[in-house]
């Protein structure tokens, strides 16, 4: 894969790229939540590995886990939040 950017943002506006990008910094932060909501119920289990350590390496897996699955479009919900957003943008930028 040569890395270029799919036909749809390569012909975007910067407003709609902005817009795009925003979406799905926000969809990443939805999912960052989720996922520390879901590590917070206790189950009963003893942690056989624990400690500062760990937990500041789960954030960091978590962190990026949401990343790259807000970037991917999997969910939805960037496109979701870009499609009810861009009616905000100017004429013919959408």
Known sequence: MT??????????????????????????????????????????????????GEDTFREMRDARFAEVTAQSGQLGFAAAIEQQLSRFLPQGES
């Not at 799905?24 to 939540?33: K, S, T």
């Not at 996922?35 to 003893?46: E, H, I, K, P, V």
């Open 3 to 52: 890395g270029a950017k799919p036909l749809a943002e390569r012909e975007a506006s910067p407003e709609r790229t902005e817009l795009r990008q925003a979406a799905q910094q926000f969809e990443a932060i939805l999912l960052r939540q989720m996922l520390a909501s879901a590590r917070n119920t206790d189950f009963g289990g003893n942690d056989l590995i624990s400690g500062e």
